[in-house]
């Protein structure tokens, strides 16, 4: 009897951290926004800059309290950056999930599949023609849309090489991935070694590839925004199919899952929220590493939950971190991706040896 009450209870409060998980991570989110928005050059008190945006959507009207100058801050410099750092880290995460459900491997890394080295490239080939920042879309430099595309050929090269005969082996796409990321990095460093062009932008370049929020208007979150929700929706809808995914790909093929087709639908889906990622921040890694551990270990391995809850862990984690890495030796900013290494690999390790052999997958 006692065993069969501690088994109700067990579940139940499973059920209740399940149901509980997004809201309490929604409102994280929304204090480390509010908490990255107030903080930077000029302190603003949070307690204004959440009334400022509040008065700013039109939804209440609250009677102002502040100087004009703080709005101007608040509304045009930091809020657009700081959603800016929400989208790149609720795409990471995100993505991250996916391409562990895809690949059945909790070490798998959104960048794993050549798309950082892709991304590497494509922004080491404008970067040796100046002339070509002149160019711009929807507000990102030809650096971010080239980044965008150099992700998007480089997974599209990598399932490729990865597809015999319609059939794309999980190992086979991790070693194609692994081979296509070499090479390109290797072309990379070839262009900057012969390179004499580039000059006193080699430093802007190594700091693009450290990582660095790069969304600062509201036409880049606006189409920021877009791509990743769209990627989030489509994620929870292919949710299912993840979870078949991890009875193995005979049981999902028996229970009437296209595998094949699902493989290819996930890792594009995957790869768009990587590529949307990359184009905003540059090489920002661990996030989508650290984020669908944490939240498997804590809402269990059901991706319909656990998409949801990465994205906002994820969102979370690079606010946080862009916020370390604008303030700890301001007014200079560390790289992001520096920052998230230093945070997430402690934290992922310690992750690890908490969960012991308890770790659900």
């Known amino acids: 009897m006692t065993q069969i009450a501690l088994g109700w209870k067990s579940k139940s409060m499973a059920r209740w951290r399940a149901i509980g998980g997004v809201p309490v991570l929604t409102l994280v989110l929304i204090l480390a926004i509010v908490l990255g928005t107030a903080i930077g050059a000029t302190n603003i008190s949070p307690l204004y800059t959440a009334q400022i945006i509040l008065n700013a959507t039109h939804l209440v009207h609250i009677p102002q309290q502040w100087d004009a100058v703080d709005s101007i801050i608040i509304l045009q410099l930091r809020l657009p950056r700081v959603l800016g750092a929400a989208l790149i880290g609720a795409a990471l995460g995100a993505s991250g999930t996916l391409f562990q459900g895809l690949l059945r491997n909790p070490l798998a890394d959104p960048l794993l599949l050549g798309t950082s080295s892709g991304a590497a490239l494509g922004v080491t080939i404008v970067f040796l023609s100046p002339s070509l920042f002149v160019i711009s879309w929807a507000g990102f430099s030809l650096a971010a849309l080239m980044a965008f595309i150099g992700a998007l050929v480089a997974v599209a090269l990598v399932y490729r090489l990865a597809t015999r005969r319609g059939q794309t082996p999980v190992v086979t796409l991790l070693l194609a991935g692994v081979a296509v990321s070499a090479i390109l990095t290797a072309f990379q460093t070839l262009l900057v070694s012969l390179s004499t062009r580039l000059g006193l932008r080699l430093n802007d370049l190594y700091g693009w590839i450290s990582g660095n929020v790069a969304v600062g208007t509201w036409q880049q979150v606006g189409v ?58 540059g090489l920002v890694g661990f996030v989508g590493l650290v984020a669908p551990h944490l939240c498997r270990m804590a809402f269990g391995p059901r991706h319909r939950l656990l998409l949801p809850t990465a994205a906002l862990a994820g969102a979370i984690f690079v606010v946080l971190a862009d916020l370390i890495a604008r303030s700890i030796v301001a007014p200079a900013e560390l790289p992001l991706g520096v920052v998230t290494a230093l945070v997430g690999g402690p934290f992922f390790i310690w992750l690890l040896g908490r969960a012991g052999t308890a770790y659900r997958w």
Do not use: C, N
């Not at 920021?224 to 193995?248: E, H, K, M, R």
């Not at 493989?263 to 905003?280: D, E, N, S």
């Open 224 to 281: 920021l925004t877009t791509l990743v929700a769209l990627g989030l929706v489509a994620a929870i809808a292919v949710a299912p199919i993840l979870d078949a995914f991890a009875l193995g790909e005979e049981m999902a093929a028996y229970v009437g899952v296209r595998v094949e087709a699902a493989k290819l639908g996930i890792v594009i889906l995957a790869a768009l929220l990587v590529a949307a990622a990359v184009a905003g921040s």
